[in-house]
């Protein structure tokens, strides 16, 4: 069982910068690849990026690509995403997600093994 913790969201400017968490508890952390998903209001979840189970390898959706940086530490068992030149067209619920062995590709909602509950990125123009 592995359960997943965001902590890191709040409200910035257009422009600035916000850095989420994703602490995960369990012992198999290094065998999950982990990624961020986000939700707007009124719209479906949609996928951000992910990093591989071996850290070497990710994946971003085109309108982050650039500008968001996803990272992991095994010894804290944490995945990070760095937002950096944030727009108010990000603003929505970003979730945290795991995957046994996966690889570092567009994920879909489905077939993940854990999610964790949220946090709320709010982007002011």
């Known amino acids: 069982q592995v359960q997943l913790v965001e902590s890191g969201g709040g409200l910035v400017q257009a422009g600035g910068s916000l850095r989420l968490s994703c602490a995960a508890s369990?012992?198999?952390?290094?065998?999950?690849?982990m990624g961020w998903f986000r939700q707007a209001p009124g719209k479906e979840r949609e996928f951000v990026a992910c990093?591989?189970?071996?850290?070497?390898?990710?994946y971003y959706d085109d309108s982050v690509k650039g500008r968001f940086t996803i990272s992991r530490d095994y010894a804290k068992n944490t995945v990070y995403l760095q937002m950096d030149s944030l727009k108010p067209e990000d603003t929505a619920d970003y979730y945290c997600a795991a995957k046994r062995m996966g690889y570092a590709i567009r994920w879909s909602t489905s077939g993940l093994d854990y999610w964790g509950k949220g946090t709320l990125v709010t982007v002011s123009s």
């Open positions: 369990g012992r198999s952390f290094s065998s999950y690849a």
């Open positions: 990093i591989d189970w071996s850290g070497d390898n990710t």
